[in-house]
Protein backbone atom coordinates (compact mmCIF):
# COMPACT_ATOMS: atom_id res chain seq x y z
CA UNK A 1 0.00 0.00 0.00
CA UNK A 2 1.79 3.35 -0.95
CA UNK A 3 1.24 5.98 1.30
CA UNK A 4 1.79 9.76 0.97
CA UNK A 5 3.20 12.86 2.97
CA UNK A 6 1.46 15.88 4.00
CA UNK A 7 3.78 17.49 0.88
CA UNK A 8 1.85 14.70 -1.36
CA UNK A 9 5.27 12.96 -1.41
CA UNK A 10 4.52 9.02 -1.80
CA UNK A 11 5.74 6.81 0.60
CA UNK A 12 6.31 2.99 -0.27
CA UNK A 13 5.49 2.15 3.32
CA UNK A 14 5.08 3.58 6.85
CA UNK A 15 2.79 2.90 9.57
CA UNK A 16 0.81 6.41 10.68
CA UNK A 17 2.98 6.65 13.64
CA UNK A 18 6.03 6.22 11.40
CA UNK A 19 4.81 8.53 8.50
CA UNK A 20 3.51 11.09 11.57
CA UNK A 21 7.58 10.93 13.03
CA UNK A 22 9.24 11.10 9.64
CA UNK A 23 6.79 14.24 8.62
CA UNK A 24 8.00 15.73 12.42
CA UNK A 25 11.15 14.86 11.48
CA UNK A 26 11.07 16.59 7.82
CA UNK A 27 10.11 19.63 10.04
CA UNK A 28 12.70 19.94 12.28
CA UNK A 29 15.22 19.49 9.93
CA UNK A 30 13.88 22.20 7.53
CA UNK A 31 13.84 24.42 10.08
CA UNK A 32 17.32 23.24 11.56
CA UNK A 33 15.31 22.41 15.00
CA UNK A 34 16.37 20.16 17.69
CA UNK A 35 16.09 16.97 17.21
CA UNK A 36 15.46 15.39 14.03
CA UNK A 37 17.75 12.67 14.36
CA UNK A 38 16.28 11.39 17.52
CA UNK A 39 12.81 11.58 16.26
CA UNK A 40 13.78 9.66 13.33
CA UNK A 41 15.14 7.11 15.27
CA UNK A 42 12.06 6.42 17.41
CA UNK A 43 9.77 5.75 14.52
CA UNK A 44 13.09 3.18 13.06
CA UNK A 45 12.79 1.39 16.19
CA UNK A 46 9.28 0.73 16.12
CA UNK A 47 9.75 0.25 12.27
CA UNK A 48 12.41 -1.37 11.03
CA UNK A 49 11.36 -1.54 7.58
CA UNK A 50 9.96 2.26 7.23
CA UNK A 51 11.84 3.29 4.10
CA UNK A 52 11.82 6.98 3.89
CA UNK A 53 12.70 6.66 7.49
CA UNK A 54 16.54 5.67 6.44
CA UNK A 55 16.22 7.99 3.58
CA UNK A 56 15.70 10.47 6.06
CA UNK A 57 18.29 8.97 8.49
CA UNK A 58 20.86 8.82 5.26
CA UNK A 59 20.27 12.63 4.61
CA UNK A 60 21.31 13.45 7.95
CA UNK A 61 24.40 12.37 7.52
CA UNK A 62 25.49 13.56 4.19
CA UNK A 63 24.43 17.15 5.94
CA UNK A 64 26.36 16.71 8.85
CA UNK A 65 29.31 17.11 6.02
CA UNK A 66 31.97 15.34 8.49
CA UNK A 67 33.57 11.92 8.88
CA UNK A 68 32.14 11.14 12.30
CA UNK A 69 28.62 11.10 10.23
CA UNK A 70 29.48 8.34 7.57
CA UNK A 71 28.66 5.13 10.08
CA UNK A 72 25.47 6.42 10.20
CA UNK A 73 25.46 6.90 6.50
CA UNK A 74 26.37 3.42 5.58
CA UNK A 75 23.63 1.79 7.95
CA UNK A 76 21.06 3.83 6.35
CA UNK A 77 22.45 2.85 2.96
CA UNK A 78 22.97 -0.93 4.02
CA UNK A 79 18.90 -0.49 5.07
CA UNK A 80 18.11 0.53 1.52
CA UNK A 81 19.89 -2.22 -0.22
CA UNK A 82 18.21 -4.62 1.88
CA UNK A 83 15.16 -2.75 1.20
CA UNK A 84 15.48 -2.22 -1.88
CA UNK A 85 12.69 -4.45 -3.52
CA UNK A 86 9.94 -2.90 -1.43
CA UNK A 87 11.40 0.74 -2.56
CA UNK A 88 10.49 2.87 -4.60
CA UNK A 89 12.13 4.60 -7.43
CA UNK A 90 12.58 7.80 -5.98
CA UNK A 91 13.80 6.56 -2.43
CA UNK A 92 15.98 3.98 -4.03
CA UNK A 93 17.46 7.51 -5.22
CA UNK A 94 18.06 8.63 -2.17
CA UNK A 95 20.06 5.77 -0.80
CA UNK A 96 22.27 5.86 -4.34
CA UNK A 97 22.69 9.52 -3.91
CA UNK A 98 23.20 8.91 -0.03
CA UNK A 99 26.22 5.91 -1.20
CA UNK A 100 27.64 8.47 -3.48
CA UNK A 101 28.66 10.47 -0.39
CA UNK A 102 29.77 7.90 1.74
CA UNK A 103 32.36 6.75 -0.91
CA UNK A 104 33.39 10.48 -1.37
CA UNK A 105 31.87 11.64 -4.49
CA UNK A 106 30.26 14.12 -3.62
CA UNK A 107 29.31 16.04 -6.56
CA UNK A 108 27.25 12.95 -7.74
CA UNK A 109 25.49 12.64 -4.58
CA UNK A 110 24.32 16.09 -4.63
CA UNK A 111 24.24 15.72 -8.10
CA UNK A 112 21.34 12.68 -7.74
CA UNK A 113 19.65 14.65 -4.77
CA UNK A 114 19.31 17.62 -7.30
CA UNK A 115 17.44 14.98 -9.80
CA UNK A 116 15.14 13.84 -7.30
CA UNK A 117 14.27 17.35 -6.26
CA UNK A 118 13.64 18.01 -10.15
CA UNK A 119 11.36 15.33 -10.38
CA UNK A 120 9.57 15.38 -7.06
CA UNK A 121 9.83 19.10 -6.34
CA UNK A 122 8.35 19.00 -2.63
CA UNK A 123 10.33 16.11 -1.82
CA UNK A 124 11.74 18.53 1.10
CA UNK A 125 14.73 16.04 2.29
CA UNK A 126 15.97 15.87 -1.13
CA UNK A 127 15.69 19.66 -1.72
CA UNK A 128 17.17 20.46 1.74
CA UNK A 129 20.01 17.99 0.99
CA UNK A 130 20.80 19.66 -2.55
CA UNK A 131 20.72 22.67 -1.29
CA UNK A 132 22.98 22.29 1.40
CA UNK A 133 25.35 20.39 -0.62
CA UNK A 134 25.48 23.47 -3.23
CA UNK A 135 26.33 25.55 -0.85
CA UNK A 136 29.47 22.56 0.63
CA UNK A 137 30.42 22.41 -3.14
CA UNK A 138 30.18 26.09 -4.13
CA UNK A 139 27.62 26.06 -6.77
CA UNK A 140 26.29 29.17 -6.03
CA UNK A 141 23.85 29.36 -9.39
CA UNK A 142 22.45 26.21 -8.06
CA UNK A 143 22.10 26.99 -5.05
CA UNK A 144 19.45 29.78 -6.54
CA UNK A 145 18.14 27.80 -9.07
CA UNK A 146 17.43 24.43 -7.44
CA UNK A 147 14.83 26.39 -5.53
CA UNK A 148 13.80 28.45 -8.70
CA UNK A 149 12.91 25.21 -10.49
CA UNK A 150 10.62 23.89 -7.26
CA UNK A 151 8.58 26.90 -6.37
CA UNK A 152 6.29 26.10 -8.72
CA UNK A 153 5.17 23.26 -6.97
CA UNK A 154 4.75 24.73 -4.10
CA UNK A 155 2.11 27.32 -2.87
CA UNK A 156 1.07 28.58 0.98
CA UNK A 157 -0.86 25.42 2.04
CA UNK A 158 1.99 22.97 1.67
CA UNK A 159 3.69 22.84 4.91
CA UNK A 160 7.36 23.77 4.45
CA UNK A 161 6.80 26.29 2.22
CA UNK A 162 8.25 29.26 4.13
CA UNK A 163 11.35 27.07 4.33
CA UNK A 164 11.83 26.67 0.86
CA UNK A 165 11.60 30.20 0.31
CA UNK A 166 14.28 30.45 3.05
CA UNK A 167 16.59 28.66 0.91
CA UNK A 168 15.76 30.74 -2.38
CA UNK A 169 16.67 33.90 -0.22
CA UNK A 170 19.68 32.82 0.62
CA UNK A 171 20.36 31.36 -3.02
CA UNK A 172 19.17 34.86 -4.28
CA UNK A 173 21.91 36.46 -1.82
CA UNK A 174 24.78 34.09 -2.93
CA UNK A 175 24.47 35.20 -6.71
CA UNK A 176 23.97 38.86 -6.09
CA UNK A 177 20.64 39.48 -6.05
CA UNK A 178 20.37 41.60 -2.70
CA UNK A 179 17.23 43.41 -3.03
CA UNK A 180 15.41 40.14 -3.92
CA UNK A 181 16.78 38.11 -1.37
CA UNK A 182 15.75 40.40 1.04
CA UNK A 183 12.15 40.18 -0.33
CA UNK A 184 12.09 36.93 -0.85
CA UNK A 185 13.48 35.99 2.91
CA UNK A 186 11.14 38.48 4.63
CA UNK A 187 8.20 36.74 2.65
CA UNK A 188 9.87 33.59 4.69
CA UNK A 189 9.25 34.63 8.02
CA UNK A 190 5.54 35.93 7.42
CA UNK A 191 5.15 32.48 6.74
CA UNK A 192 7.17 31.30 9.90
CA UNK A 193 9.20 33.88 12.08
CA UNK A 194 11.32 31.16 13.47
CA UNK A 195 13.07 29.90 10.58
CA UNK A 196 17.33 30.72 11.21
CA UNK A 197 17.79 29.96 7.61
CA UNK A 198 15.42 33.11 6.51
CA UNK A 199 16.86 34.98 8.88
CA UNK A 200 20.01 34.15 8.00
CA UNK A 201 20.14 34.51 4.88
CA UNK A 202 18.72 38.13 5.52
CA UNK A 203 21.51 38.96 7.64
CA UNK A 204 23.56 37.54 4.55
CA UNK A 205 22.24 40.64 2.54
CA UNK A 206 22.89 42.98 5.28
CA UNK A 207 26.65 41.49 5.63
CA UNK A 208 27.53 41.90 1.73
CA UNK A 209 26.18 45.48 1.16
CA UNK A 210 28.00 46.36 4.62
CA UNK A 211 24.87 47.69 7.03
CA UNK A 212 26.51 46.66 9.97
CA UNK A 213 23.93 48.45 12.07
CA UNK A 214 21.01 47.77 10.76
CA UNK A 215 22.34 43.53 10.71
CA UNK A 216 22.81 43.77 14.59
CA UNK A 217 19.31 44.73 15.10
CA UNK A 218 18.15 42.68 12.62
CA UNK A 219 19.43 39.91 14.68
CA UNK A 220 19.30 40.99 18.41
CA UNK A 221 15.64 41.89 17.73
CA UNK A 222 14.69 38.78 16.38
CA UNK A 223 16.85 36.41 18.69
CA UNK A 224 14.10 35.17 20.17
CA UNK A 225 12.29 33.99 16.88
CA UNK A 226 15.63 32.20 15.69
CA UNK A 227 17.66 31.21 19.11
CA UNK A 228 15.45 28.97 21.15
CA UNK A 229 16.02 24.78 20.34
CA UNK A 230 18.03 25.67 17.27
CA UNK A 231 20.84 23.92 16.04
CA UNK A 232 21.88 26.49 13.94
CA UNK A 233 21.69 29.30 16.74
CA UNK A 234 25.40 29.26 16.92
CA UNK A 235 26.01 30.57 12.97
CA UNK A 236 23.42 33.25 13.37
CA UNK A 237 25.40 34.14 16.63
CA UNK A 238 28.27 33.99 14.57
CA UNK A 239 26.59 36.70 12.15
CA UNK A 240 26.03 38.50 14.77
CA UNK A 241 29.92 38.66 15.86
CA UNK A 242 30.70 39.49 12.60
CA UNK A 243 28.70 42.53 12.51
CA UNK A 244 29.77 43.50 16.09
CA UNK A 245 33.33 43.17 15.11
CA UNK A 246 32.79 45.30 11.81
CA UNK A 247 31.74 47.92 14.59
CA UNK A 248 35.11 47.47 16.70
CA UNK A 249 33.11 45.88 19.67
CA UNK A 250 35.67 43.40 20.10
CA UNK A 251 34.45 43.13 23.77
CA UNK A 252 31.58 42.06 22.31
CA UNK A 253 32.91 39.84 19.92
CA UNK A 254 34.62 37.61 22.66
CA UNK A 255 31.23 37.61 24.61
CA UNK A 256 29.60 35.57 21.61
CA UNK A 257 32.41 33.67 21.16
CA UNK A 258 32.30 32.26 24.69
CA UNK A 259 28.70 32.05 25.20
CA UNK A 260 27.01 31.31 21.82
CA UNK A 261 29.46 30.59 19.19
CA UNK A 262 31.62 27.79 20.62
CA UNK A 263 30.15 27.83 24.35
CA UNK A 264 30.45 24.08 24.77
CA UNK A 265 33.87 23.15 23.19
CA UNK A 266 32.25 21.03 20.49
CA UNK A 267 33.68 18.89 18.49
CA UNK A 268 31.01 19.18 15.81
CA UNK A 269 32.46 20.24 12.53
CA UNK A 270 30.61 23.29 11.57
CA UNK A 271 30.67 24.86 15.08
CA UNK A 272 34.55 24.55 14.50
CA UNK A 273 34.87 25.97 11.66
CA UNK A 274 32.83 29.06 12.29
CA UNK A 275 34.78 29.37 15.56
CA UNK A 276 37.77 29.31 13.77
CA UNK A 277 37.06 31.64 11.18
CA UNK A 278 35.78 34.21 13.85
CA UNK A 279 39.54 33.96 16.17
CA UNK A 280 41.75 34.23 12.94
CA UNK A 281 39.61 37.50 12.25
CA UNK A 282 40.51 38.60 15.49
CA UNK A 283 43.75 37.62 14.95
CA UNK A 284 44.25 39.61 11.73
CA UNK A 285 43.19 42.74 13.81
CA UNK A 286 46.23 42.21 16.36
CA UNK A 287 43.20 42.11 19.42
CA UNK A 288 44.33 39.78 21.98
CA UNK A 289 41.73 36.63 22.55
CA UNK A 290 43.86 34.90 25.26
CA UNK A 291 43.80 30.97 25.71
CA UNK A 292 40.95 30.63 23.02
CA UNK A 293 42.95 30.02 20.01
CA UNK A 294 44.86 27.17 22.30
CA UNK A 295 41.65 25.48 23.46
CA UNK A 296 40.49 25.55 19.86
CA UNK A 297 43.71 24.24 18.33
CA UNK A 298 43.14 21.16 20.98
CA UNK A 299 40.20 20.02 19.42
CA UNK A 300 39.78 21.22 15.94
CA UNK A 301 43.91 19.81 15.61
CA UNK A 302 42.51 16.19 15.73
CA UNK A 303 43.20 14.41 12.76
CA UNK A 304 39.55 12.83 13.18
CA UNK A 305 38.43 15.57 11.47
CA UNK A 306 40.91 16.15 8.65
CA UNK A 307 41.35 14.13 4.77
CA UNK A 308 37.57 14.29 4.20
CA UNK A 309 36.50 17.93 3.33
CA UNK A 310 39.08 20.14 2.80
CA UNK A 311 37.05 23.32 3.70
CA UNK A 312 36.82 22.05 7.53
CA UNK A 313 40.98 21.11 6.99
CA UNK A 314 40.91 24.78 5.74
CA UNK A 315 39.61 26.20 8.93
CA UNK A 316 41.63 23.85 11.44
CA UNK A 317 44.69 25.10 10.05
CA UNK A 318 43.64 28.47 10.70
CA UNK A 319 43.41 27.77 14.21
CA UNK A 320 46.65 26.07 14.58
CA UNK A 321 48.70 28.40 13.07
CA UNK A 322 47.11 31.47 15.23
CA UNK A 323 48.13 29.52 17.89
CA UNK A 324 51.54 29.56 16.45
CA UNK A 325 51.96 26.05 16.57
CA UNK A 326 53.16 25.87 12.78
CA UNK A 327 54.70 22.53 13.15
CA UNK A 328 51.48 20.65 13.29
CA UNK A 329 49.28 23.21 10.79
CA UNK A 330 52.82 22.37 8.34
CA UNK A 331 51.47 18.50 8.77
CA UNK A 332 48.07 19.34 7.88
CA UNK A 333 49.72 20.61 4.56
CA UNK A 334 51.48 17.54 4.02
CA UNK A 335 48.12 15.49 4.49
CA UNK A 336 46.43 18.01 2.16
CA UNK A 337 49.61 17.16 -0.38
CA UNK A 338 48.44 13.49 -0.38
CA UNK A 339 44.97 14.23 -0.66
CA UNK A 340 45.60 16.15 -3.71
CA UNK A 341 47.00 13.45 -5.34
CA UNK A 342 43.79 11.02 -4.86
CA UNK A 343 40.68 10.25 -6.96
CA UNK A 344 37.43 12.21 -5.96
CA UNK A 345 35.73 15.55 -5.01
CA UNK A 346 37.82 16.32 -2.21
CA UNK A 347 40.80 16.03 -4.07
CA UNK A 348 40.44 17.92 -6.41
CA UNK A 349 39.17 20.88 -3.95
CA UNK A 350 41.95 20.22 -1.71
CA UNK A 351 44.09 20.49 -4.95
CA UNK A 352 42.20 23.82 -6.45
CA UNK A 353 41.62 25.48 -3.04
CA UNK A 354 42.16 23.92 -0.13
CA UNK A 355 45.95 23.26 -0.40
CA UNK A 356 46.98 26.60 -1.54
CA UNK A 357 44.58 28.16 0.86
CA UNK A 358 46.63 25.98 3.64
CA UNK A 359 49.89 26.98 1.95
CA UNK A 360 49.19 30.43 2.71
CA UNK A 361 48.15 30.16 6.06
CA UNK A 362 51.26 28.22 7.22
CA UNK A 363 53.47 31.07 5.28
CA UNK A 364 51.26 33.96 7.35
CA UNK A 365 52.27 32.57 10.68
CA UNK A 366 55.66 32.28 9.68
CA UNK A 367 55.80 35.94 8.28
CA UNK A 368 56.18 35.50 4.83
CA UNK A 369 53.64 37.57 3.65
CA UNK A 370 54.67 38.27 0.30
CA UNK A 371 54.14 34.65 -0.38
CA UNK A 372 50.81 34.95 1.15
CA UNK A 373 49.59 37.71 -1.65
CA UNK A 374 51.09 35.39 -4.57
CA UNK A 375 48.96 32.62 -3.70
CA UNK A 376 46.20 34.25 -2.25
CA UNK A 377 45.88 36.94 -5.52
CA UNK A 378 45.73 33.70 -7.61
CA UNK A 379 43.44 30.73 -5.63
CA UNK A 380 40.69 33.91 -4.31
CA UNK A 381 39.02 33.82 -8.11
CA UNK A 382 38.39 30.23 -7.86
CA UNK A 383 37.63 29.92 -3.90
CA UNK A 384 34.24 29.27 -4.20
CA UNK A 385 34.72 25.71 -5.30
CA UNK A 386 35.28 24.66 -2.16
CA UNK A 387 32.46 24.98 -0.12
CA UNK A 388 31.43 27.99 2.16
CA UNK A 389 29.27 31.30 1.60
CA UNK A 390 30.46 34.86 0.20
CA UNK A 391 30.70 35.89 4.16
CA UNK A 392 32.81 32.74 5.06
CA UNK A 393 35.14 33.38 2.03
CA UNK A 394 35.90 36.59 2.61
CA UNK A 395 38.51 36.00 5.71
CA UNK A 396 40.59 34.93 2.40
CA UNK A 397 40.67 38.73 0.96
CA UNK A 398 41.24 39.92 4.47
CA UNK A 399 44.08 37.77 4.70
CA UNK A 400 45.45 38.96 1.33
CA UNK A 401 44.71 42.26 2.58
CA UNK A 402 46.77 42.42 5.88
CA UNK A 403 50.00 40.34 3.89
CA UNK A 404 49.78 42.76 1.51
CA UNK A 405 50.44 45.81 4.17
CA UNK A 406 52.66 43.53 5.86
CA UNK A 407 54.63 42.61 2.57
CA UNK A 408 54.68 46.37 1.33
CA UNK A 409 52.83 45.70 -1.98
CA UNK A 410 50.65 48.71 -1.77
CA UNK A 411 49.25 48.40 -4.91
CA UNK A 412 47.80 44.99 -4.20
CA UNK A 413 45.87 46.45 -0.88
CA UNK A 414 44.79 49.60 -3.24
CA UNK A 415 43.14 46.73 -5.19
CA UNK A 416 41.46 45.15 -2.80
CA UNK A 417 40.26 48.50 -1.18
CA UNK A 418 38.50 49.93 -4.13
CA UNK A 419 36.70 46.56 -4.32
CA UNK A 420 35.24 46.43 -0.52
CA UNK A 421 34.28 49.55 -1.32
CA UNK A 422 32.29 49.20 -4.13
CA UNK A 423 29.68 47.19 -1.90
CA UNK A 424 31.08 48.22 1.70
CA UNK A 425 32.32 51.78 1.52
CA UNK A 426 32.26 52.13 5.16
CA UNK A 427 33.89 49.00 5.98
CA UNK A 428 36.89 49.61 8.47
CA UNK A 429 39.10 47.41 5.79
CA UNK A 430 38.48 50.09 3.25
CA UNK A 431 39.58 52.68 5.55
CA UNK A 432 42.76 50.38 7.01
CA UNK A 433 43.90 49.43 3.19
CA UNK A 434 43.75 52.54 1.49
CA UNK A 435 45.79 54.02 4.34
CA UNK A 436 48.38 51.33 4.71
CA UNK A 437 48.85 51.77 0.95
CA UNK A 438 48.92 55.74 0.74
CA UNK A 439 51.53 55.93 3.96
CA UNK A 440 53.27 52.48 2.32
CA UNK A 441 53.52 51.01 5.65
CA UNK A 442 55.22 47.78 4.49
CA UNK A 443 55.46 45.46 7.54
CA UNK A 444 54.01 47.21 10.45
CA UNK A 445 51.26 45.31 11.97
CA UNK A 446 47.64 46.05 10.99
CA UNK A 447 45.21 46.95 13.55
CA UNK A 448 41.45 47.95 13.69
CA UNK A 449 39.97 50.57 15.83
CA UNK A 450 38.54 48.48 18.80
CA UNK A 451 36.94 48.45 22.04
CA UNK A 452 38.81 48.76 25.49
Known amino acids: MTHRDCRNVALSNGSPASVAAYEKATELLAGYYVDPLATIETALAEEPD ?10 LGVLAGERSALPLVAASVEAGRRLAARSSDRERAHFAAARAWHDGDFHRAIDLYGKIALEHPTDL ?48 EETNHFQRAEEIGLRALDHDPRDPWAVHAVA ?18 RVRDWAPNSGFAFHNFW ?19 DEHVWPARSN ?23 SRPAALADVFGDPCHRGFYTFNDVHA ?13 RRIVRELEQVAGEDG ?30 TLWSVRQIAHRFGGSNAQRDVIDQTLGVAALRAGRTRVARAL ?20 ATADVGREVVTLKRSA
Open 50 to 59: FVSGHCLRAA
Open 239 to 257: HLALFRLEAGDTREVLRLY
Open 204 to 221: HVYEMNGRTEAGIDWLES
Open 317 to 329: AMALVADGRLAEA
Open 417 to 436: AEERALIRPRSPWVQVLREG
Open 345 to 374: SNATTTREVGLPIARALLAFGEGRHGDVVD
Open 268 to 290: VALELVDASALLWRLHLRGVPVG
Open 125 to 172: VALQVAHVGDFYLGQQRLLRDRLLHALPAWDRTLPGYGFVLGMLAFGL
